[in-house]
């Protein structure tokens, strides 16, 4: 539970996150505000060609076990990618970050097993790029959770293993006109935060 006291300008608060643009409190832009500037630059776009940007990623990440005095850490799969079998592995792990990440708004749509060790890539819908940026931040945040659940490590390290691939994160670039943003229901509950937490832009012209 988050409580806040006094006034937020420019941010929201959600169940446990809290954003914030730091130029509606300082003033001034800030260039270490990655979010604040795609949020005014987006938005700068938006207004000169009637257009906006949809994002989806593809979030590459290992769960490994903590290490020993042998090693930093040790494996929970085979390098084998696209294998059901090394996915099955981890289901119970991945199955409770679907499970969290629905319920923080998160459309999980897809998932595989990739071609190192422990390493697994969950996908969510795409979206207006700041939400998907936003929801990138959760997914993350859900990971290094589940991982504490479980007793492992949650690695989004770009090259971890020496000799075997690297995570990655693929970025889906599409340009729309119009459509309208509506929230969608990923829970049989009453959803937890504010709605905008589940929206989604749906429809337009691609």
């Known amino acids: 539970k988050v ?12 169940d446990g996150t809290l954003t914030i643009t730091t130029g509606a409190i ?8 990655c979010r604040g500037n795609l949020r005014r630059l987006h938005e700068s776009f938006e207004r000169d060609h009637g257009m906006h940007l949809r ?10 076990k903590p290490g020993d005095a042998n090693a930093p850490y040790h494996e ?21 970050v679907a499970d969290y990440g629905q319920a923080m708004g998160l459309d999980m749509i897809q998932g595989d097993h990739e071609d190192a060790p422990g390493q697994v890539e969950l996908n969510f819908q795409y979206d207006d790029a700041l939400r ?13 959770q589940v991982a504490r659940e479980f007793g492992l490590i949650a690695v989004f390290m770009s090259k971890p293993y020496m000799g075997m691939s690297a995570n ?6 599409s340009l729309w006109r119009d459509g309208e943003d509506a929230v969608v229901p990923l829970v049989d ?3 937890t935060g504010m709605p905008e937490v589940f929206s989604y832009r749906t429809g337009g012209t691609n």
């Open 189 to 191: 509950e009453p959803t």
């Open 55 to 64: 994002v989806g990623c593809e979030p590459e990440m290992l769960w490994l």
């Open 3 to 14: 409580v806040a006291t006094g006034a937020v300008q420019g941010g929201s608060i959600t």
């Open 168 to 173: 990655g994160c693929h970025h889906n670039l």
């Open 132 to 144: 998907t940026s936003d929801r990138l931040t959760t997914y993350r945040q859900i990971c290094a």
């Open 26 to 33: 300082t003033g001034a832009y800030m260039a270490a505000d």
């Open 76 to 96: 929970t799969t085979k390098p084998y990618a696209y294998h059901i079998d090394q996915l099955e592995i981890l289901s119970d792990v991945w199955l409770r």
